[in-house]
Nanobody, 131 residues
Framework: EVQLVESGGGSVQAGGSLRLSCGAS????????MAWFRQAPGKEREGVAA???????????YYIDSVKGRFTISRDNAKNTVYLQMNSLKPEDTAMYSC?????????????????????WGQGTQVTVSS
């Protein structure tokens, strides 16, 4: 079974940057959609960014409003890796970040950023942003 392993988390001051990586143990071309979620203490898990990769080089990225313009999701199929570039980090970005995968194409942004759409999850990597 494919396993997802996140890395790249850490502690950074507000305004700083981090790049998270999500590596898969096996070939992941069958997973059309990949996403990053985060969960802060006492809060529900929320979808941060998702990327659908289809045929004919079709790509569609989805972001929650609070990270638009600051975070970028990307995917390198040759390396079986998904990235989340996070710039201009804020203390409210502090959370455990996890990646997830789905074999399907989301029909809406709500679906793309919804927990129930994904059936493969990593363990997570901690991101802490200090003010």
């Amino acid at each position: 079974e494919v396993q997802l392993v996140e890395s790249g988390g850490g502690s950074v001051q507000a305004g700083g940057s981090l790049r998270l990586s999500c590596g898969a143990s096996e070939y992941t071309d069958t997973y059309a959609s990949m996403a990053w979620f985060r969960q802060a203490p006492g809060k529900e898990r929320e979808g941060v960014a998702a990327l659908y990769t289809g045929g004919y080089s079709i790509h569609h990225a989805y972001y929650i409003d609070s990270v638009k313009g600051r975070f970028t999701i990307s995917r390198d199929n040759a390396k079986n890796t998904v990235y989340l570039q996070m710039n201009s980090l804020k203390p409210e970005d502090t959370a455990m970040y996890s990646c997830a995968a789905s074999r399907f194409r989301p029909l809406t942004s709500i679906q793309a950023l919804g927990v129930d759409f994904y059936d493969l999850w990593g363990q997570g990597t901690q991101v802490t942003v200090s003010s």
